[in-house]
């Protein structure tokens, strides 16, 4: 698990409690290149290596200590409507250009970065819950109920760019964990994938990797793996590219015993250890 | 000024009218203190909901709005009438309106003021509603209604207000010598009214201008109620004629309450001779042709996408066509618009009363084999497990089409009744348009949160269905209440019919309005 290692947070880091965060977010290094801005992220999920585990839901919802009932992403259970295949669809937020959520939010609690991240500020949120009836990929939740990590109980001051911190009557998302990508690491759920099937990185440098150390351009694997973005029929121009599950020849993990995605007294950290499969073992391509 | 006119003497009519701001009996006090019940009730169930957290409603994160916001859309809508009756009929000079516009415009005020409450019960940090002001954004749909729905409200206080001031003044004269809390109120309101020409000259220039800038405030916010919805990418929202649609609906819905009033109020308030059988009529023609718009966009809203049945939609179109949203859909087409436009109309035809003479036709046999029906029914249901063991399907013993043929009995049973009764079928018309109203709301708002883009998956026990909690009905009832106590306290407080108002068309005319031939504008 040396990828979920990497998911800790720091115990160094000095965050400050939000108030006009905006100024304070330290613009990336200037780009090296001749001109534009310099980080554009993006993630790829390989359909064709998921296998449906849920560890990059357990790293979540651990890294971020996601309350109850909410699943930043979530792994969908799929079947092709003409080919009956049936596949696993990791959904996390879709970090949209177009953002439906971003354009309907009244208090701009949700915006987009120049790095192509849609944010969100729970401590501005006025828990109308507009974006989530916006957003077409089910994408947010709501705090319904009182979190078990509010800053007050945690005794930690809240910060969007980790979001480990809740309120009640709040909407929250996947936010592609800034604070790691700031510290030069994968997001949570990327690190902590066993199959390798996530892949995060920069648009502008062309580039994205998993949790294997793979590094691969990142137009060479969406164009010569058919790369598609989910409803893209809608314009809402997702950051998150999905290659088809195609050739998928090893079993699913067996189901699992019912594990609601928000059972009452689910522990925040994922306690059931899952067996990596071994990926040297020449399942894929 | 000493141009102050003799304390002006009442008819007998204007008497029965003023003594209705006094007059309480028991009945009025058990009405009053069972409404304030109820809305303290709702009041205990919204601060249960302040301390738990919208946890405590059947709202979760797929089915996220609710009846609140069904409640939202359904007062802002009955809300629109004030607009209609006044503006509307103001400016086309429909005289026949005088009596019953200040109903019209007090149902505006008391619905906006329950309406725009809602979004504030349905939000989950209604501690930071001033994050609204502070960091609100123009270009979410939840600003324009934030400024058209107080926009609208301002305008229509004062539409209700402005015509009222000759009427306060006259209440001030009255009650020169009365309790001394209404002295002050009127004397404060009617803000020095002599009720000189120059007076009366400005007045009318007002309520002229006022009548053209409150029509298009009205049907923005009705238009933007519907664009929180029709800006979305959703299935069943993203319509392009949510606007007009919500619009006609809004009227549809508005008209109706106003007649539901008119009946209550001259049947409590004595107000026979101020309210007429042709006022029923007239509002039932109008009625009729909102309910005809209505129908009309209903039918291209849901014909348009039913046709193509593209993949996004199909999933919404089935639940709501044939699916578990079937019975409550065809119940509002078929009671909400189709049946309350038969009730206004067939009644009117003259030979109907010839049908009471096939003794089938009559009232008590229909409700004879109603009473049958309903009681075979329920027996069958309680029995039917047992008997389907014994391999008796006895619910396949009531076939289908007997369901259909009762409702068609009664009907044409109870036909030659609303002939000779038609304010009570322009009454039991308009409860059933605002029955099915709210539940067309509902309508909108549900079926299509339960059917998004992607598969509902992995959601807690209880999370993929709405099932509204206590909750979440207390509150609607205390809406309600509310919404009644303040109409009722507008109408002790205030004159529910404008004296001067229908005082100044002369006795003549008067008449002619009665008779339903309508004279010329007085202005």
Request: hydrophobic share 45%.
């Given at each position: 698990m040396a990828a979920a290692a990497a998911v800790g947070v720091p115990a160094s880091r000095t965050h400050r409690p939000r108030e006009g965060f905006a100024a304070e977010v330290p613009r990336p290094a200037p780009p090296a290149g001749p001109a534009g801005?310099?980080?554009?992220?993006?993630?790829?999920?390989?359909?064709?290596?998921?296998?449906?585990?849920?560890?990059?839901?357990?790293?979540?919802?651990?890294?971020?200590?996601?309350?109850?009932?909410?699943?930043?992403?979530?792994?969908?259970?799929?079947?092709?409507?003409s080919t009956g295949l049936a596949y696993w669809l990791p959904r996390p937020c879709m970090q949209c250009d177009n953002a439906p959520c971003v354009k309907v939010c009244p208090v701009s609690a949700t915006w987009k970065r120049e790095d192509g991240i849609v944010m969100q500020d729970t401590s501005r949120c006025i828990g109308c819950r507009y974006c989530i009836a916006a957003c077409p990929y089910q994408a947010r939740g709501f705090n319904w109920v009182e979190p078990a990590a509010t800053p007050e109980r945690i005794g930690e001051p809240y910060d969007p760019e980790w979001n480990r911190v809740h309120f009640r009557g709040t909407t929250e998302k996947c936010i592609f964990c800034p604070a790691l990508i700031k510290e030069g690491k994968l997001p949570a759920c990327v690190a902590a994938c066993p199959m390798g099937a996530l892949y995060f990185g920069d648009r502008e440098e062309d580039a994205v990797t998993n949790s294997q150390g793979e590094t691969v351009r990142f137009s060479k694997l969406v164009v010569e793996q058919a790369g598609y973005r989910l409803l893209e029929e809608l314009g809402t121009e997702p950051r998150v590219y999905y290659l088809p599950p195609r050739q998928r020849v090893y079993p699913a993990p067996p189901p699992e015993e019912a594990e609601p995605a928000g059972g009452a007294g689910r522990a925040a950290v994922p306690t059931v250890p899952r067996k990596r499969i071994d990926t040297a073992g020449g399942v894929r391509r | 000024m000493s141009t102050r006119q003799a304390t002006p003497?009442?008819?007998?009519?204007?008497?029965?009218?003023?003594?209705?701001?006094?007059?309480?009996g028991a009945g009025t006090y058990a009405l009053i203190g069972g409404l304030l019940a109820v809305f303290l009730w709702g009041l205990v169930a919204y601060a249960t909901q302040l301390r738990h957290g919208l946890g405590v409603t059947g709202l979760r994160d797929h089915v996220l709005w609710g009846v609140y916001i069904a409640n939202f859309v359904f007062f802002i809508g009955v809300s629109h009438v004030g607009a209609l009756m006044s503006a509307i009929l103001r400016l086309t000079g429909a005289e026949w309106r005088r009596p019953i516009t200040r109903m019209a415009e007090a149902i505006t005020f008391a619905s906006l003021l329950m309406g725009g409450l809602m979004p504030l019960v349905d939000m989950g940090r209604p501690d930071r509603l001033l994050n609204l002001v502070r960091y609100g954004r123009l270009q979410s749909p939840i600003l324009w209604d934030l400024l058209s729905i107080t926009t609208y409200l301002t305008g229509s206080t004062l539409f209700l207000y402005v015509p009222m001031i000759p009427d306060l003044a006259l209440l001030r004269d009255r009650y020169a010598a009365g309790p001394a809390w209404r002295r002050r109120l009127y004397t404060l309101l009617s803000l020095g009214w002599q009720d000189t020409p120059a007076q009366r000259h400005r007045l009318e220039l007002i309520m002229r201008v006022m009548a053209v800038i409150i029509i298009p405030i009205a049907v923005s916010v009705h238009t933007v109620v519907s664009w929180i919805f029709g800006m979305t990418l959703r299935a069943g929202w993203n319509s392009t004629i949510f606007g007009p649609y919500f619009v006609s609906g809004a009227l549809f819905s508005g008209a109706a309450a106003v007649i539901t009033a008119m009946a209550a109020f001259r049947w409590a308030y004595r107000l026979e001779d101020y309210i007429t059988e042709a006022h029923f009529r007239r509002m039932g023609y109008l009625l009729i042709a909102l309910g005809l718009a209505y129908g009309y966009f209903t039918f291209a809203e849901y014909l348009t996408p039913a046709y193509k049945m593209a993949t996004a939609e199909?999933?919404?179109?089935?639940?709501?066509?044939?699916?578990?949203?079937?019975?409550?859909f065809w119940f509002t087409q078929l009671t909400g618009i189709l049946l309350p436009l038969l009730l206004l109309t067939l009644p009117r035809i003259a030979w109907v009363p010839r049908l009471h003479r096939v003794p089938l036709l009559r009232p008590r046999p229909a409700l004879a084999a109603a009473a049958t029906y309903a009681v075979a029914s329920v027996v069958l249901s309680a029995a039917s497990p047992s008997l389907t063991m014994a391999g008796l399907n006895l619910n396949q013993w009531i076939p289908p089409w007997v369901l259909p043929t009762l409702a068609v009995w009664l009907f044409l049973a109870f036909l030659p009744v609303f002939h000779a009764r038609p304010i009570t079928a322009a009454v039991v018309a308009s409860l059933l348009v605002n029955v099915g109203a709210w539940l067309k709301r509902y309508l909108i708002v549900v079926p299509t949160l339960l059917n998004p883009f992607l598969p509902i998956q992995r959601a807690p026990a209880g999370w993929a269905v709405y099932q509204p909690t206590w909750v979440e009905w207390s509150i609607t009832a205390g809406a309600l209440a509310g919404f009644l106590l303040i109409?009722?306290?507008?109408?002790?407080?205030?004159?529910?019919?404008?004296i001067w108002e229908t005082r100044e068309a002369p006795e003549s005319r008067e008449a002619a309005v009665q008779e339903g031939?309508?004279?010329?504008?007085?202005?």
């Amino acid at each position: 698990m040396a990828a979920a290692a990497a998911v800790g947070v720091p115990a160094s880091r000095t965050h400050r409690p939000r108030e006009g965060f905006a100024a304070e977010v330290p613009r990336p290094a200037p780009p090296a290149g001749p001109a534009g801005p310099s980080r554009r992220w993006v993630m790829v999920v390989d359909l064709a290596k998921c296998d449906g585990c849920r560890e990059c839901t357990r790293a979540c919802t651990a890294m971020h200590r996601v309350p109850p009932g909410q699943e930043w992403i979530r792994v969908y259970e799929m079947r092709d409507e003409s080919t009956g295949l049936a596949y696993w669809l990791p959904r996390p937020c879709m970090q949209c250009d177009n953002a439906p959520c971003v354009k309907v939010c009244p208090v701009s609690a949700t915006w987009k970065r120049e790095d192509g991240i849609v944010m969100q500020d729970t401590s501005r949120c006025i828990g109308c819950r507009y974006c989530i009836a916006a957003c077409p990929y089910q994408a947010r939740g709501f705090n319904w109920v009182e979190p078990a990590a509010t800053p007050e109980r945690i005794g930690e001051p809240y910060d969007p760019e980790w979001n480990r911190v809740h309120f009640r009557g709040t909407t929250e998302k996947c936010i592609f964990c800034p604070a790691l990508i700031k510290e030069g690491k994968l997001p949570a759920c990327v690190a902590a994938c066993p199959m390798g099937a996530l892949y995060f990185g920069d648009r502008e440098e062309d580039a994205v990797t998993n949790s294997q150390g793979e590094t691969v351009r990142f137009s060479k694997l969406v164009v010569e793996q058919a790369g598609y973005r989910l409803l893209e029929e809608l314009g809402t121009e997702p950051r998150v590219y999905y290659l088809p599950p195609r050739q998928r020849v090893y079993p699913a993990p067996p189901p699992e015993e019912a594990e609601p995605a928000g059972g009452a007294g689910r522990a925040a950290v994922p306690t059931v250890p899952r067996k990596r499969i071994d990926t040297a073992g020449g399942v894929r391509r | 000024m000493s141009t102050r006119q003799a304390t002006p003497r009442f008819s007998e009519r204007e008497e029965r009218l003023l003594a209705s701001l006094t007059a309480g009996g028991a009945g009025t006090y058990a009405l009053i203190g069972g409404l304030l019940a109820v809305f303290l009730w709702g009041l205990v169930a919204y601060a249960t909901q302040l301390r738990h957290g919208l946890g405590v409603t059947g709202l979760r994160d797929h089915v996220l709005w609710g009846v609140y916001i069904a409640n939202f859309v359904f007062f802002i809508g009955v809300s629109h009438v004030g607009a209609l009756m006044s503006a509307i009929l103001r400016l086309t000079g429909a005289e026949w309106r005088r009596p019953i516009t200040r109903m019209a415009e007090a149902i505006t005020f008391a619905s906006l003021l329950m309406g725009g409450l809602m979004p504030l019960v349905d939000m989950g940090r209604p501690d930071r509603l001033l994050n609204l002001v502070r960091y609100g954004r123009l270009q979410s749909p939840i600003l324009w209604d934030l400024l058209s729905i107080t926009t609208y409200l301002t305008g229509s206080t004062l539409f209700l207000y402005v015509p009222m001031i000759p009427d306060l003044a006259l209440l001030r004269d009255r009650y020169a010598a009365g309790p001394a809390w209404r002295r002050r109120l009127y004397t404060l309101l009617s803000l020095g009214w002599q009720d000189t020409p120059a007076q009366r000259h400005r007045l009318e220039l007002i309520m002229r201008v006022m009548a053209v800038i409150i029509i298009p405030i009205a049907v923005s916010v009705h238009t933007v109620v519907s664009w929180i919805f029709g800006m979305t990418l959703r299935a069943g929202w993203n319509s392009t004629i949510f606007g007009p649609y919500f619009v006609s609906g809004a009227l549809f819905s508005g008209a109706a309450a106003v007649i539901t009033a008119m009946a209550a109020f001259r049947w409590a308030y004595r107000l026979e001779d101020y309210i007429t059988e042709a006022h029923f009529r007239r509002m039932g023609y109008l009625l009729i042709a909102l309910g005809l718009a209505y129908g009309y966009f209903t039918f291209a809203e849901y014909l348009t996408p039913a046709y193509k049945m593209a993949t996004a939609e199909r999933g919404y179109l089935t639940a709501v066509f044939s699916g578990p949203f079937a019975r409550l859909f065809w119940f509002t087409q078929l009671t909400g618009i189709l049946l309350p436009l038969l009730l206004l109309t067939l009644p009117r035809i003259a030979w109907v009363p010839r049908l009471h003479r096939v003794p089938l036709l009559r009232p008590r046999p229909a409700l004879a084999a109603a009473a049958t029906y309903a009681v075979a029914s329920v027996v069958l249901s309680a029995a039917s497990p047992s008997l389907t063991m014994a391999g008796l399907n006895l619910n396949q013993w009531i076939p289908p089409w007997v369901l259909p043929t009762l409702a068609v009995w009664l009907f044409l049973a109870f036909l030659p009744v609303f002939h000779a009764r038609p304010i009570t079928a322009a009454v039991v018309a308009s409860l059933l348009v605002n029955v099915g109203a709210w539940l067309k709301r509902y309508l909108i708002v549900v079926p299509t949160l339960l059917n998004p883009f992607l598969p509902i998956q992995r959601a807690p026990a209880g999370w993929a269905v709405y099932q509204p909690t206590w909750v979440e009905w207390s509150i609607t009832a205390g809406a309600l209440a509310g919404f009644l106590l303040i109409y009722i306290g507008f109408s002790k407080l205030f004159p529910i019919v404008p004296i001067w108002e229908t005082r100044e068309a002369p006795e003549s005319r008067e008449a002619a309005v009665q008779e339903g031939i309508v004279g010329v504008a007085a202005v």
